[in-house]
């Protein structure tokens, strides 16, 4: 007999708890009927994902997977929030980014910014595309500097841009106590980006006199973009900023200042991706460990991280951009739910250069979305008490520590940095991950896999080319099949048509639809036209055919068992039409004439590199 509950919601009353070894059951008897025979642990292993830094992302988490204990917001460790409050008084700081090198254009996007939801500046200041030092006053003019927190990006011209804001801000008469965001000082982050040698002298300075006359002022960011921009790991990010905060304090403090004041001096930038869950733990594990920072170094309560999260420069695709809106919606959740404290949404169009004022909307309304409509910071860490994203925050913090107790053994960041141990672990991460990019394990929608080769461009006024420096390099994941497209492109340019391969499809379309998509989709993504016309061909008709499709390249598509039987005659009548190179779609097999195959998992731009090369594409 069911027994009902006070409330009359029975809900699952009267059914027995299920045990974790009745569902590994089901499990086996599904992976079974696939063909895989395992079982116990072994079948929820079958169904486990290996991530970057060797993470393991099971498929079901109970409460067996157990976690350090996350506190709560606003309290040591912070894992769960620098503020009690979250970001539900007022959600979190709205961030747009400004590269402009004319102060009017400068100034009317920032006050369309301002006037539409944003509510912190980020500002690139000298340099081939920041603002000129002198024209800072003009890019602000109009702007409340006691509202809108500046944020500065000033590189080598430090010192006259940090004295340019703090003038405008005493010209306007904003008092010191009321003068917000930060100078922007990253020695180490710029030593990373260019392969120059750090010099914290000039950063130092500036902390020193924002502790003294400008309390809510931060000097110096820890920008871990770099490594993330180079390739690097979840992980990897996480080490190096806690390893560049560290030289950070011991810099400050030893020119006079305490503890506490050091770390207030300190925002910490870090990427936001696609991977909302990754996301989520690696803000939530940052705080993590920083906070052990702060109680290792004596100051437990000064351990509260404040955090700006940027959406992934090297996510962003330059073909079918339009994507890109989605993926930083996804970053931009993730990071609101991984507690950050301000988010810089970029434009969907980053990648082809500046964006225009659609982009620029598109991006501040991303936030504004996601807090006024989706109501994500009506919750204090709506993520917390996950057993997935407790976890993921517990290993992904342990692997973080790990990196970062490494580049304290080789001397702390600075030395790491110039030996080059910082730039060889992120070489070989990027390495493997470009690894399951080429393979299409890691797909990219619009780029590697359903890719247009019929997309009108999007046009954008481009950026001034980026100083050639020795620091590590910045990557994106697209960028091998999109050098493949551009020789596709070029080729059209220069004779009017793209590189084509004919789709030689056997049998009914039940037996040919799975493997002709797939071809078409593999050989799009290198920029080359299929041509599936007619839509089956046999023996006694694919010569006819072939010679139609206006290409000397053939692919065939059906089942093994239809190879079997038509693969030997339909392959030599493609070679007797003038078939240079005939694929198959399927497990390399034993089939005469054959000269290529074409599978998932297969390295895509290998093949496609390969074929161009053979097509004669430059």
Avoid at 46 to 67: C, F, H, K, Q
Avoid at 317 to 343: C, E, F, I, K, Q
Wanted: net charge negative; with cysteine; charged share 20%.
């Amino acid at each position: 007999m069911t027994v009902q509950p006070a409330d009359g919601l029975s809900l699952a009353a009267g059914f027995p708890d299920p045990a974790h070894e009745q569902w590994q059951s089901l499990v086996e008897g599904v992976l079974r009927k696939s063909g895989k025979d395992v079982s116990g642990p072994a079948a929820e292993k079958a169904l486990s994902t290996t991530v970057e830094d060797g993470l393991i992302t099971r498929p079901l988490y109970t409460s067996r997977d157990d976690a350090p204990d996350a506190g709560l917001p606003g309290f040591a460790p912070f894992t769960r929030g620098s503020k009690p409050e979250g970001s539900t008084t007022g959600g979190w700081g709205v961030r747009q980014r400004h590269a402009y090198t004319d102060p009017v254009r400068l100034n009317e996007a920032v006050l369309t910014d301002l006037e539409n939801g944003v509510t912190s500046l980020w500002l690139a200041v000298g340099g081939p595309d920041g603002v000129p030092v002198s024209g800072l006053a003009r890019a602000l003019d109009g702007v409340l500097l006691d509202l809108a927190p500046v944020i500065l990006d000033a590189g080598d011209e430090l010192d006259a841009a940090a004295t340019e804001l703090l003038r405008l801000h005493t010209e306007r008469e904003v008092p010191a106590q009321q003068v917000r965001g930060s100078l922007g000082a990253d020695p180490l982050g710029r030593a990373a980006r260019t392969g120059t040698g750090p010099e914290l002298g000039r950063a130092v300075h500036w902390a020193r006199r924002c502790a003294q006359e400008y309390p809510g002022l931060r000097a110096i960011v820890v920008d871990a973009m770099p490594y993330h921009e180079a390739g690097g790991s979840a992980a990897q990010e996480l080490g190096t900023s806690l390893a560049t905060g560290v030289a950070y304090l011991r810099a400050l403090t030893d020119a006079g200042l305490g503890l506490e004041e050091a770390c207030g001096q300190l925002e910490f930038r870090y990427a936001a991706t696609a991977d909302q869950f990754l996301t989520i733990a690696k803000l939530r594990a940052a705080r993590r460990l920083w906070a052990r920072v702060a109680e290792a170094c004596g100051a437990p309560g000064a351990g509260a991280q404040r955090q700006h999260a940027v959406t992934s420069p090297v996510m962003m695709t330059r073909r079918d951009p339009w994507v890109n809106m989605l993926r930083t919606t996804l970053a931009g959740l993730g990071a609101g739910v991984g507690g950050a404290d301000s988010v810089t949404v970029l434009p969907f169009d980053h990648a082809l250069g500046r964006p225009d004022a659609f982009a620029r909307r598109i991006a501040r309304n991303t936030s504004t979305i996601l807090l006024e409509e989706s109501h994500l910071a009506r919750v204090i860490d709506p993520a917390g008490g996950s057993w997935y994203v407790e976890r993921l925050t517990d290993e992904l913090a342990g692997a973080a520590w790990t990196f970062f107790q490494e580049i304290e053994r080789a001397g702390g960041q600075a030395a790491a940095l110039g030996s080059g141990l910082v730039a060889e672990r992120i070489a070989a991460t990027w390495e493997a991950r470009g690894k399951d990019l080429a393979r299409r394990k890691e797909p990219i929608t619009g780029v590697s896999e359903f890719p247009s080769l019929n997309e009108r461009p999007v046009e954008r006024e481009p950026l001034p080319p980026a100083p050639v420096g020795g620091g590590l390099p910045v990557v994106r994941r697209d960028e091998a099949f999109e050098a493949l497209r551009a020789r596709s492109d070029a080729h059209l340019a220069a004779t009017g048509s793209r590189p084509r391969v004919f789709i030689a499809a056997l049998g009914p379309a039940a037996a040919h639809t799975a493997r002709a998509s797939f071809a078409a989709n593999l050989f799009q993504a290198g920029g080359i036209e299929p041509v599936h016309e007619p839509v089956r061909v046999d023996a006694s008709s694919v010569a006819e055919a072939f010679a139609a499709s206006g290409t000397d390249v053939a692919c065939l598509c059906s089942t093994d068992a239809l190879y079997a039987e038509q693969a030997d005659e339909v392959v030599r009548a493609l070679v007797a039409a003038g078939a240079r190179r005939v694929y198959l779609a399927g497990r390399p097999g034993e089939y005469p004439g054959v000269d290529a195959y074409v599978f998932a998992g297969c390295d895509a731009v290998a093949v496609l590199s390969s074929l161009l090369d053979r097509m004669g594409v430059a």
